[in-house]
C-alpha cells in the first residue's frame, strides 16, 4: 500500500470535526494534533460566536483560576492544523450529513446544556428558575440575557448539594464589590448592587451532610465570605457513622465532614454578618407555593430518611412529615441533561450520546457502532466532574479513533470534500458569517480593553451584532 494515501499522514490528514468548543472539544483536539506521527486536521463547530463553553459561560466570575484553562486552549487555537467556525450551530446551519461527507471523524463534545427537571408542582412558579438559567445570565452568555431574577428578596431557596449549587450561593452572599473587577455582565453585578433586602439563602440537600457533592474547597470559601455566616445546625449533622461507613469515605467526603462538624458546633445564628447561608440536609420540595403576586413564597419539604441500597448507596425516601420555608426565589441546582440534536443518537434516560468508551452507538439496546462518530466531555458520561477531568475522558475516546483509523486508506469521496476548503464554501454557500479564531481573538481583545476601561478583567460582548462586527469580511 502507497503510505502517502494511508489516512492520518501528512499527504492525506484524518479530518475531523469536533462539535462543540468547551474542555471536552479543546482536549480532544489537543490530543488530535499530539498524536505524532498521526497527523489529523480539526475544524471545531460552536453554535455560539465566542470558544471555550462553560469556561466562558459556566464558571463563575470570581473563579478566575478556574478560567486560567483557557491559556492552553487559546495555544491550540493558534495551530495551523485547527479551524474554529463559531456561530455554526449543528441541526440549523449545517447537517450530521454534511460533516459526515466533509469529515473523516466527528466528535461530539455539545455538553448538557438543559436542565434537569424536580417534577414537583409549582416548580414553573415565577420566581423558581433553574441555576442554569442564573449561572448564564451573571455570565452574559446570550441565550440568557433576556432573564430576570427576583434578587431583592429576604429568603432563597437553592435546591442541591453540587458545585453549582455552591457557585450560585456564593454570587448572592458575596460582597458584590468583591465581583466588579471580575468579568461578570456589568447588569448583573448592577443588580446584585441593589440587592438590599436578602437575609437568607437556604440550601437543601435531599440526603445527608456526608452525601454533599459539593467540593471542600468550595464549601470553605462559602464558609469564608466577608458578607455572610454559615450556619450549620448541630442537629443537622447529627449522625453517628460505622466504622465500615467512614472506612468508605473518600478523601472529599472526609474533609467536608470534618468541616460541617465544626461548623456546627459555631455559636448558632453565626457572628452577626448581614446575610446568612443555612444548609439543611434530609429534605426534598415536594411543592413550591405562590404568594398573593402568583410568584412563589413557600417551599413545602418532605423530610427524608436515608436507606442503603444493595451497592451500599445511600437513598433517600420521604419521611411523611413535612415542613414550609419562605423562599421568594427559588435556584434549582439539581443537575444537567444534554438536548438532542437531529440526526445524532440520544439517550432520553441519561441526557447523552448513547456510546461505548466513546464510540457512538445507534441506541442503547443494540449498541450498533456508528462509524466515525465519537463522544466526549458531558455529552459522553453526563454532568459530572471537574474541567481537568474531561482530560484523560477526551485522550481515551481519542485513542479509539486511533485505534479505529490507523493504517486504513482514506474512504472514497465526492470531488469537493473532504478538501479542506470545502466547508467555509459550504457555509457562505449558505450565507452562515462564521467567526474564525483570528475574529475570536479580535473579539478577545476588544472585551479586554472594554474591561480595562472599567477596571475589570474583561468586560463581554453580548449580542451577536456586537460580535459580527469583528467578523473579518470574506471574500
Ligand atoms: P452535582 O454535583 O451532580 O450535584 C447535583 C445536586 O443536586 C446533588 O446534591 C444531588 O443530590 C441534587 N439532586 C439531584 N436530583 C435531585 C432531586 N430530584 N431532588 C433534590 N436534589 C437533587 O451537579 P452540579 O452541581 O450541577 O455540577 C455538575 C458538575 O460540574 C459536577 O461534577 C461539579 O463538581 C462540576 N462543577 C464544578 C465547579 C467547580 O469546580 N467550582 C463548579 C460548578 C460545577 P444527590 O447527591 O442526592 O443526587
Redesign the pocket.
Given at each position: 500500500m502507497n503510505t502517502d494515501f494511508v489516512i492520518g499522514t501528512e499527504r492525506r490528514p484524518l479530518r475531523v470535526a469536533i462539535v462543540g468548543s468547551g474542555p471536552g472539544g479543546f482536549y480532544a483536539l489537543q490530543s488530535l494534533l499530539d498524536r505524532a506521527p498521526w497527523c489529523a486536521t480539526c475544524d471545531m463547530f460552536d453554535r455560539l460566536p465566542t470558544p471555550y463553553g462553560l469556561v466562558r459561560g459556566?464558571?463563575?466570575p470570581d473563579?478566575a483560576n478556574?478560567k486560567a484553562v483557557i491559556k492552553v486552549y487559546e495555544k491550540l487555537g493558534r495551530d495551523s492544523r485547527f479551524r474554529f467556525f463559531g456561530n455554526v450551530m449543528l441541526g440549523r446551519d449545517i447537517q450530521v450529513t454534511d460533516l459526515r461527507s466533509h469529515y473523516d471523524a466527528i466528535v461530539y463534545a455539545m455538553g448538557n446544556e438543559s436542565d434537569?427537571k424536580?417534577?414537583v408542582p409549582g416548580e414553573d412558579l415565577p420566581g423558581c428558575h433553574s441555576?442554569t438559567d442564573f449561572v448564564g445570565w451573571y455570565n452574559g452568555h446570550p441565550d440568557f440575557l433576556q432573564k430576570s431574577f427576583r434578587l431583592n428578596v429576604e429568603s432563597v431557596a437553592v435546591?442541591?448539594?453540587?458545585?453549582?449549587?455552591?457557585?450560585v450561593v456564593r454570587i448572592l452572599a458575596r460582597d458584590p464589590e468583591e465581583l466588579a473587577p471580575t468579568d461578570i455582565a456589568q447588569y448583573a453585578l448592577d443588580a446584585l448592587r441593589e440587592v438590599r433586602r436578602l437575609k437568607r439563602i437556604y440550601v437543601?440537600?435531599?440526603?445527608g451532610f456526608v452525601?454533599?457533592?459539593?467540593?471542600p474547597k468550595?464549601i470553605r470559601e462559602i464558609g469564608d465570605l466577608s458578607r455572610s455566616d454559615l450556619i450549620v445546625a448541630p442537629e443537622e449533622v447529627a449522625f453517628e457513622a460505622t466504622p465500615e461507613q467512614r472506612a468508605a469515605w473518600d478523601k472529599d467526603t472526609q474533609q467536608n465532614v470534618g468541616y460541617l462538624l465544626a461548623k456546627a458546633k459555631e455559636p448558632s445564628g453565626g457572628s452577626g454578618k448581614p446575610r446568612q447561608v443555612i444548609l439543611r440536609f434530609l429534605v426534598?420540595?415536594v411543592e413550591f407555593l405562590a404568594g398573593s403576586d402568583g410568584a412563589v413564597a413557600k417551599v413545602k419539604l418532605e423530610k427524608n430518611a436515608l436507606r442503603y441500597d444493595d451497592k451500599g448507596q445511600a437513598r433517600?425516601h420521604g419521611t411523611g412529615e413535612f415542613v414550609t420555608l419562605e423562599a421568594e426565589l427559588v435556584l434549582k441546582?439539581?443537575?444537567?441533561r444534554g438536548i438532542p440534536v437531529s440526526g445524532v443518537p440520544f439517550d432520553e434516560r441519561k441526557g447523552i450520546i448513547p456510546n461505548v468508551d466513546g464510540r457512538v452507538v445507534a441506541d442503547t439496546q443494540s449498541r450498533q457502532p456508528v462509524p466515525g462518530e465519537y463522544a466526549v466531555g458531558w455529552a459522553k458520561r453526563g454532568?459530572?466532574?471537574?474541567?481537568g477531568t474531561n482530560k484523560p475522558d477526551s485522550v481515551a475516546t481519542v485513542d479509539a479513533i486511533a485505534s479505529d483509523f490507523s493504517g486504513k486508506a482514506p474512504p472514497p469521496r465526492t470531488a469537493s470534500s473532504p478538501a479542506p476548503e470545502a466547508m467555509p464554501e459550504l457555509l457562505r454557500s449558505r450565507g452562515v458569517r462564521y467567526v474564525s479564531f483570528e475574529d475570536w481573538k479580535r473579539i478577545d481583545a476588544e472585551e479586554i480593553a472594554r474591561g480595562k476601561a472599567k477596571g475589570k478583567v474583561r468586560e463581554k460582548l453580548l449580542h451577536l451584532d456586537e460580535f459580527l462586527a469583528f467578523v473579518k469580511e470574506r471574500p
Open positions: 459556566g464558571v463563575a473563579h478556574i434537569t424536580l417534577g441555576a435546591v442541591g448539594l453540587g458545585n453549582v449549587a455552591m457557585d437543601l440537600g435531599r440526603r452525601q454533599a457533592a459539593f467540593s468550595e426534598s420540595p433517600a441546582a439539581v443537575g444537567y454532568p459530572t466532574g471537574l474541567i
